[in-house]
């Protein structure tokens, strides 16, 4: 059984950001960088895993740790990549093996391609493995320096590369596999007379082949999976390829997607067979779709769970909501927190939902707010029904029983109580709880005042 450990780095500001947040943090697809590198490894069968931490390193162990496999070293001044290895060694000391390096701002890479360079990583016999790739445009990286034979013999940084050099297009990715004793060993040597003064990991190669040692390349077709984010550009560029494999996997599986290009889906979303997602649909969160529900254009779905055959019309927004099957919401509703709908439950326009549950088949079809409450099985709300759940001070409940009418323009002053089969008549403010199989009626009483136009 072979063994791995991942070093991840991430101690970097991202200055190129230009932003309050540390680069590792800034969200892809729902995910901030760093948790991408940290799975590819993970799923790469990396039993332990140092990440180099320093800009912001609690945010960046806040978010990482409930992973217990997880160490973080802290490297207080960035003094390079080299000196970022050096930092996490001390959390290695036991370890003998392959150390994967990968880098908190490469977050495309993906686990088959690790793996891969592990393996030919361990054919090859080699100490060190860099995955590079040929760019069209290298400019920024660090180039491959090959001998006849084909092993690497050198990176050379763009900075410190000679006009010879720097026509190189195989470039390094920054993402290794190595040999832990060699690794630990020659991270501690390592000098910074360069052009930046930093401790350059890269030059663990040069320190392999002065001692016979054997370093491969592990060139990979994709550019895009080693494509570091340095500046929002970028960020938006890696988005929309991320988006794209997202998208295309949820298509594989069985998800009709209207318009990919303009589809917006997060990483984790589960999906069922036979869904319609139509363009400019935006689903984040920890959200799950059944099959076969139509999700029309404009929606926003954001931490939901829905059943089958659900329809979510038009401009709709659900957070944090349960929708049971064949439910229908929407066009322009909004389902806030804490809503969930059971079976066939109707929610029509401009209806918002907060805190509530709302029993098998019941409906509110239009122009509604219906919030801390509970709402039983067949229920008709009508149309401008508000529950009126806040009285300054503190929030109140209003429970509305089975098969319960309501009228158009009902006020409900909770907390108040509606028994079952009860009818409230239109234009109705109730304020007493209401028993069952009754008529309420809440409203002031018409005055017809004949002829007054004429005096
Ligand atoms: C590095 C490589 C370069 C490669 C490129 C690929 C070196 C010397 N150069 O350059 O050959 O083409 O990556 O993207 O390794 N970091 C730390 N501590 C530090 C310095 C960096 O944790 O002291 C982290 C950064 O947060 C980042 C990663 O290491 O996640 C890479 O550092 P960066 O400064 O971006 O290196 P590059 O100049 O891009
Ligand atoms: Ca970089």
Redesign the pocket.
């Known amino acids: 059984m072979k063994s791995i450990a991942a070093i991840i780095l991430a101690a970097?500001k991202g200055t190129r950001m230009k932003s309050d947040l540390v680069k590792v943090m800034h969200p892809l697809a729902g995910a901030p960088l760093i948790e991408y590198p940290v799975t590819a490894a993970q799923q790469a069968d990396a039993s332990r895993m140092v990440v180099v931490i320093g800009h912001q390193a609690d945010a960046v162990r806040a978010f990482l740790a409930d992973r217990n496999e997880i160490a973080f070293a802290l490297q207080e001044e960035q003094h390079g990549t080299g000196h970022a290895v050096a930092c996490a060694a001390p959390y290695l000391r036991d370890f003998h093996g392959q150390v994967l390096i990968l880098?908190g701002?490469?977050p495309l890479i993906e686990a088959a391609t690790l793996r891969n360079m592990i393996t030919r990583h361990e054919q090859q016999r080699a100490t060190v493995t860099v995955l590079t790739a040929l760019l069209e445009n290298p400019h920024g990286y660090g180039r491959i320096i090959k001998n006849g034979a084909g092993a690497v013999t050198a990176i050379v940084e763009e900075k410190d590369a000679t006009a010879e050099q720097r026509s190189i297009r195989e470039i390094n990715s920054?993402i290794y596999c190595v040999e832990s004793d060699f690794l630990f060993d020659a991270v501690a040597r390592l000098g910074s007379d360069n052009a930046q003064g930093e401790y350059y990991l890269t030059d663990i190669i040069r320190m392999a082949v002065e001692r016979g040692l054997n370093c491969a390349a592990h060139p990979i077709p994709d550019p895009l999976e080693v494509m570091?984010i340095?500046d929002r550009v970028q960020l938006a560029q890696a988005e929309t390829a991320l988006r794209k494999r997202i998208n295309e996997a949820h298509m594989r599986d069985g998800v009709t997607l209207r318009d990919p290009a303009v589809t917006y889906i997060d990483r984790g979303t589960v999906i069922g067979r036979d869904t319609v997602i139509n363009a400019a649909v935006h689903i984040s969160g920890r959200t799950e779709i059944g099959e076969g529900c139509i999700i029309e254009p404009g929606a926003i779905i954001r931490s939901c769970r829905l059943g089958k055959r659900v329809i979510v019309k038009a401009g709709s927004v659900l957070e944090d909501s349960i929708v049971h099957d064949a439910v229908s919401i929407g066009p322009m509703a909004h389902l806030r927190p804490g809503t969930e709908l059971m079976e066939k439950v109707k929610i029509g326009n401009f209806v918002e939902t907060k805190k509530i549950t709302m029993g098998k088949g019941s409906k509110a079809s239009h122009l509604t707010y219906l919030g801390d409450a509970s709402i039983g099985s067949d229920v008709n709300i009508g149309c401008g029904t508000i529950t009126c759940n806040y009285d300054g001070v503190s929030k109140h409940r209003t429970v509305i029983e089975d098969d319960v009418f309501v009228g158009s323009d009902v006020q409900f002053i909770a907390p108040v109580t509606v028994g079952r089969n009860s009818i409230i008549a239109a234009g109705s403010t109730v304020t007493k709880d209401v028993p069952p199989d009754s008529l309420a009626i809440a409203r002031s009483q018409q005055v017809n005042k004949e002829g007054w136009r004429k005096k």
């Open positions: 970097g880098c701002d490469v920054g570091g340095n």
